[in-house]
């Protein structure tokens, strides 16, 4: 089973920075795309990003600009860097793994790290 762990989350002022991190328990270089996604108190969850296999990326137009969403397939991680941050960017962010395999697609989610955007 593949187990995937968030860490970066935290309190930040508007405008400021922080990086998340996506540790994955095995390889992650089949996993096609990777993302992470964000669920607000009230709200569904959303994507904010997804990076294919191949590192092209995709980004939520709110986001865009803003977010820079990357893989280290080697140390089995993925990150987010996310700058100037707003308070509509607080939520808990989610890791994600997509695989396609014999048996379909399976999606493989993290626990959440909290990002709270706070003056």
């Known amino acids: 089973q593949v187990q995937l762990v968030e860490s970066g989350g935290g309190l930040v002022q508007p405008g400021g920075s922080l990086k998340l991190s996506c540790a994955a328990s095995?390889?992650?270089?089949?996993?096609?795309?990777m993302g992470w996604y964000r669920q607000a108190p009230g709200k569904e969850r959303e994507l904010v990003a997804t990076?294919?296999?191949?590192?092209?990326?995709n980004y939520a137009d709110s986001v865009k600009g803003r977010f820079t969403i990357s893989r280290d397939n080697a140390n089995n991680a993925m990150l987010l860097q996310m700058n100037n941050l707003k308070s509509e960017d607080a939520a808990v962010y989610y890791c994600?793994?997509?695989?396609?395999?014999?048996?379909?697609?399976?999606?493989?989610w993290g626990q959440g790290t909290q990002v709270t955007v706070s003056s």
């Open positions: 994600n793994a997509r695989s396609i395999g014999y048996t379909g697609v399976r999606d493989f």
């Open positions: 095995t390889s992650i270089f089949s996993f096609n795309p």
């Open positions: 990076i294919t296999s191949i590192g092209w990326p």
